[in-house]
Structure formats: C-alpha cells, structure tokens
C-alpha cells in the first residue's frame, strides 16, 4: 500500500478518462480476483505439500498473492466506479481451480498458465502505459509473479514422475478445459480489452510465446521427465492454433461455427505453420 501512494505522489494522481476506467476496472477486477483465487490456492498448497522447500515457497506464495489482492483492490477503488463482477467463465475457472484435489493439476494450472496469463496482461498494459500509476505499479507485480512460476517449473516435473499414465492424460484433458474457459473469459471482456489498446489475438500470441519459453526452461533444467513432451510446442501449438482461429485477427468476436469453417480449423491444425495473421500480431507486440 505504501508503494501505490508513493506511485500516487509520484504521477500526481490516475489520469483517465471515465471510459478507459471503466475497461481498466473490467480487466484488473479479474486479475484481482485472480489473485484472490492465487492467494487461497497457495495457502492450500503450503498446507497439503509435503517436501520442506515447495511447502516453504508456496507460503511465500500465499503472502505475495495477500498482498496483490488487496493493493490491487485499493487501486480500483481510487478510480472511483463500482469494480465490476467477474464474468461466467472466469468465475467456473478460478473456483474450479480452487476445489481442485489434485496437486499437479492446481499446480499447473495456477503457477504454469493462470501465472502466465496474468504475466502477459501485466507486460502488455504496462507496455500502453495506459495509467503511469498502474504501469509502475505492474512491474512489482512482474517480479513476484515470474518467481511465483517458477515454483512451478521446478515442482511439476517432480509430480509428474510420480504420476499415474491416467493422471497425465487427465492433465491433459485439464489443460484442454483450462485453454476454453480462458478463451471465453476473453471474449467476455474483449470490448475492454481493445479499449485499453490489447486484442484477444495478440494477447492469445503473446502468451504463448512467454509460455513456450517457460516451458523450454523447464524441459532444459529437468531432462526428459515423464510427461514433458505436453510441454513441448507440437503439443502446445494446436491450442495458439485454435485461439488465432476462433478470433482472426481484425475481427470483433468469434468466428461463427460452420461445417466450412470446422474443415479450416483441420487444415489450419494440419499445417505447419500458425497463420501469418497471427504471426504479424506477434511481431508488432514484441
């Protein structure tokens, strides 16, 4: 808290227009519900762990993810509007994450891609420096959320060399459930989102990109672990594929599902390639 009023000091004040805060107050209400959900998932994680060193860090964890909820909600209410209620999707994800038993399954899915999402929204909108304050405010968050991923980059292939045949293939089926419901969240906001100067394709590459290059560090500091190859960009692409497919770039909204248009998507999977539309998102993000 004491670093957002220096930021306050600092910029003399949040200077937006009433729009802008409006999308702003859309976008980072879900990220600090997310940390909420970050917050109760790490403390569960601190307690059900059984090894000394992830048990320590997830309780780190739990303390940072404290902090980012409540400076992130003192933030929303210096803009002076009602935060607004999480979206359907959203809402199934983070609860879904938080009831979840399976420690591998919370693990990736809050460390390795929650963690990454929200990495890439915070690059992103610090990047527009669409609120002086709020860009300042975002590279502390950075910080703590690169290391939060990296507790799940030295744990899960530990757990996945414990896991069942059976248990990988649900974390597949898991991943595949985790990749719909953000994509829909997206959608939710996507009005919001293109407001503050970020479209759904862009952050859909972007994201991928930073997740490929966890996952790249991961394989190389652990070796061949069982399950590494879901890790891999063959496995990891069909998914960056369907996401350039469902929202082309330059368009509002979903593509409308046709016989036609499910054959593109096979061919779109099938090729080599990602589309060169996406392609071009990526390189004028960067």
Avoid: C
């Avoid at 003192?74 to 002076?80: A, M």
């Avoid at 414990?162 to 953000?182: G, I, N, P």
């Avoid at 991928?208 to 399950?227: H, S, T, W």
């Amino acid at each position: 808290r004491e670093v957002l009023q220096m930021l306050i000091k600092k910029h003399g004040g949040i200077q937006m227009d009433d729009e802008t805060k409006k999308s702003i107050a859309q976008v980072f209400s879900i990220i600090m519900w997310g940390e909420l959900a970050a917050w109760r998932v790490a403390a569960d994680m601190a307690d059900r762990l059984e090894e000394i060193e992830p048990k320590m860090a997830a309780t780190g964890q739990a303390f940072d993810e404290a902090r980012h909820f409540y400076v992130m909600r003192d933030y929303l209410q210096l803009l002076g509007i009602e935060i607004p209620k999480l979206d359907i999707w959203t809402q199934i994800l983070l609860q879904d994450l938080i009831r979840e038993r399976s420690l591998l399954k919370k693990t990736v899915g809050m460390q390795l891609l929650i963690e990454t999402i929200a990495l890439t929204i915070f690059q992103s909108v610090r990047e527009l420096n669409v609120d002086p304050v709020l860009s300042d405010l975002l590279r502390y968050y950075e910080i703590d959320e690169a290391r939060h991923v990296g507790l799940g980059t030295i744990y899960v292939p530990k757990m996945l060399n414990r896991a069942s045949r059976w248990e990988v293939y649900d974390l597949v089926a898991f991943q595949t459930k985790v990749f719909v419901l953000l994509m829909l969240g997206s959608l939710a906001i996507e009005k919001d989102l293109q407001r503050v100067g970020l479209t759904i394709q862009t952050l859909n590459r972007v994201g991928y990109e930073k997740q490929m290059a966890i996952y790249r560090d991961m394989i190389e500091q652990n070796g061949r672990f069982k399950g590494w190859s879901l890790f891999t960009a063959e496995t990891q692409e069909p998914f960056v594929k369907i996401g350039d497919w469902l929202f082309p770039q330059g368009q509002t909204g979903m593509r409308k599902i046709t016989p036609a248009a499910v054959f593109e998507l096979i061919r779109v999977l099938r090729s080599s390639e990602a589309p060169e539309s996406a392609g071009k998102a990526a390189r004028e993000a960067a």
